[in-house]
């Protein structure tokens, strides 16, 4: 087809692709029986795309930290793909949305309300930081991003944005304009104008190699008010506040990064849609650092049964009451509202922010400890149970281990343990907030193992 090129190779910043031939020996391995009908199925009725579509393998149920095949075979899931803090179909939150269908109403026309729905937006005033008070909902991440950018251009009277390089902030155009990521605008063409990019704080790569944390904030920092400078029509700078990687910048970087929003009449955007809701040890990442103008949430939210994300600002924010900043038909969804309204209940009395800082570090320092064993992994890095393993061929060029970390993956899910990797090399953490030191011990014997056997020329 003209202008889209065949043998153009999928980026793998954000996630394992599906196209390595060590895939294809995955599924002739592991995908049999009613098992490969359904993945052939669904390769037929699906459009095809790197990260999803041929899948990896067919899944029949899920609880708690695990989920199980249509062969019956468990894994440990270290992904889940955000949603699930309080892990799969927690009991309490199945019962909250049984309820609200039991009661009657699940969909809500816009020009009305419900209760659910307000009291998610009251329970999530009561407990964001800094004065975030006002809520907006609507059924996915990508709309939320895109309601906080036009919000925010509402607000300052601007259109221009700052956003971080690698990075993901959803696959709509809004959304893709402001991510670092060509591989979700490549071919597209004209996106949202105005979209400018800088680094992100790596204190263990960064294009200066620089090894001194201070010196990469500096920097980054001076690239940010160098596009502020010379861009005067700056409405927001939107990034995670923890990475995906994940990379955890300083307090003093967003301290700065804040300073400059403020001086130079910028909001600031924080999107948690993976860290919020306990990911990090704390309800919110930005609790970490500063209280954006804007935050952003999903995933979790719907307690890992329902789509729903949203908005929450401050109170002088409410601004533009002659606009509909997000109109979305789902917009105060009750099933939706009482999904999340249990998941923050869950986290809550279960103390689930304490459980993720505390077994968070534990596996760190375990994971520390292997790479003393292991010159395979290169760093360690993150916060509460959002944790990357940064693996390299060489400690001191550090060039990234791709094949090696794809022969890792595979040979643990082969083992009954899943994660995905990122940024073609990276390994990356995130379970259920639920799981439990004994069964993270299981995960980290079976990815040390699998870990020594690439070591030692064992290939997949």
């Not at 895939?23 to 790197?50: C, K, M, P």
């Not at 109403?105 to 309300?113: D, I, K, Q, V």
């Not at 008010?225 to 005067?232: A, F, H, I, N, Y």
């Amino acid at each position: 087809m003209a202008g889209r090129g065949e043998d153009r190779r999928p980026e793998a910043e954000q996630g394992d692709i599906n196209t390595t031939a060590a895939r294809g020996r995955y599924w002739e391995r592991n995908l049999s029986g009613e098992a490969r009908t359904w993945f052939e199925e669904d390769r037929r009725v699906f459009l095809h795309q790197s990260l999803s579509t041929p899948v990896l393998n067919v899944i029949a149920r899920a609880e708690g930290p695990w989920i199980e095949d249509l062969q019956g075979k468990r894994y440990l899931d270290m992904h889940g793909n955000g949603v699930h803090n309080a892990g799969f179909n927690h009991p309490e939150i199945l019962q909250a949305v049984r309820r609200q269908i039991d009661e009657g109403l699940t969909f809500c026309p816009r020009r009305y309300t419900n209760i659910p729905a307000v009291r998610l937006a009251k329970k999530l005033a009561e407990i964001a930081p800094g004065g975030l008070c006002r809520s907006l909902f609507c059924p996915g991440g990508t709309d939320a991003i895109e309601m906080a950018l036009k919000l925010a251009r509402l607000v300052t009277g601007r259109f221009k944005t700052i956003s971080f390089w690698d990075s993901f902030h959803g696959a709509g155009f809004g959304a893709s304009a402001v991510g670092g990521e060509e591989h979700f605008h490549g071919g597209l063409g004209p996106l949202m104008p105005g979209a400018f990019h800088v680094e992100f704080p790596n204190y263990y790569r960064n294009p200066w190699r620089f090894t001194d944390p201070d010196d990469v904030d500096a920097e980054c920092l001076r690239q940010i008010e160098g596009v502020l400078k010379r861009e005067p029509e700056m409405a927001a700078l939107i990034g995670e506040p923890v990475s995906a990687n994940p990379v955890v910048p300083s307090r003093r970087y967003w301290e700065g990064v804040k300073e400059l929003c403020e001086k130079y009449g910028a909001l600031l955007i924080f999107d948690e849609i993976i860290e919020g809701f306990g990911r990090t040890g704390k309800m919110f990442a930005c609790e970490h650092f500063v209280t954006p103008d804007i935050l952003v949430l999903g995933k979790s939210l719907g307690g890992g049964i329902v789509p729903l994300a949203g908005i929450v600002t401050l109170e002088r924010y409410n601004c533009c009451p002659d606009r509909s900043v997000g109109h979305y038909t789902h917009e105060k969804n009750a099933l939706s509202a009482a999904a999340a309204l249990a998941e923050i209940d869950v986290i809550e009395r279960n103390d689930l922010c304490g459980h993720a800082a505390q077994l968070g570090a534990y596996t760190q320092e375990r994971l520390r400890e292997m790479a003393e064993r292991h010159p395979l992994i290169g760093c360690v890095t993150g916060i509460g149970l959002h944790i990357g393993i940064d693996l390299v061929r060489d400690r001191k060029t550090k060039e990234r281990a791709v094949r090696e970390a794809e022969a890792v993956m595979f040979k643990c899910m082969e083992r009954g343990l899943a994660f995905k990797t990122i940024d073609g090399n990276m390994i990356t953490l995130r379970p259920a907030l639920v799981i439990t030191r004994e069964e993270m011990d299981w995960a980290l014997a079976i990815l040390e193992e699998a870990i020594g056997e690439v070591e030692a020329g064992s290939t997949y």
